[in-house]
């Protein structure tokens, strides 16, 4: 079982729809069943609250449900719990690392990094920045699924 984490600060916005639009793309492949898919906030201010109303309504538009999402805070298991802890932007990045134990800095990863031709290392967050931010998150979100599930094909976990 291949597991991958995708983070951000409250695990709200970014975070809950990576983890929705990844499973998505995840279920057309046929290892879907061997790869689980969870999310995490590095802070704890909405711990059992849903997505965001404007994220939820954004991925709706593209097909993708995020209501059964709930918000969680990233605990110490989780370091070695998942094969793939993927932050949303460098902030995070770099809190996970500080958290992290060295022996698993290797698994934590920008999620942009899967989505070279982006040219950005950042999903920005939307929270402040209305609801295009929202379409913005989505496309970056999008194209590094992709990769993402590329890798895990390259990585030869199956």
């Known amino acids: 079982m291949v597991?991958?984490?995708?983070?951000?600060?409250?695990?709200?916005?970014?975070?809950?729809?990576?983890?929705g639009v990844f499973r998505d793309m995840l279920a057309e492949q046929p290892f879907a069943t061997r790869v689980s898919v969870d999310s995490a906030g590095?802070?704890?201010?909405?711990?059992?609250?849903?997505?965001?109303?404007?994220?939820?309504?954004?991925?709706?538009k593209r097909g993708y449900d995020l209501s059964e999402l709930r918000a969680?805070?990233?605990?110490?298991?989780?370091?070695?719990?998942?094969?793939?802890?993927?932050a949303m932007d460098e902030n995070n990045y770099r809190d996970l690392l500080a958290r992290a134990p060295a022996q698993y800095h290797t698994k934590v990863r920008l999620f942009l990094?899967?989505?070279?031709?982006?040219?950005v290392t950042a999903v920005p967050d939307p929270?402040?920045?209305?609801e295009a931010g929202f379409e913005v998150v989505l496309d970056l979100i999008e194209a590094a699924s992709a990769g993402l599930i590329e890798r895990i094909k390259s990585?030869?976990?199956f």
Do not use: M
Request: charged share 25%; hydrophobic share 40%; with cysteine.
């Open 3 to 19: 597991k991958v984490l995708f983070v951000c600060l409250g695990n709200i916005c970014r975070s809950p729809t990576a983890d």
């Open 42 to 60: 590095t802070g704890d201010w909405h711990v059992g609250k849903a997505p965001d109303r404007r994220a939820q309504a954004a991925a709706t």
């Open 72 to 86: 969680r805070q990233l605990v110490a298991a989780d370091f070695e719990r998942f094969d793939y802890i993927l």
């Open 113 to 119: 990094d899967y989505a070279p031709a982006c040219h």
């Open 127 to 130: 929270y402040y920045n209305g």
């Open 155 to 157: 990585d030869d976990f």
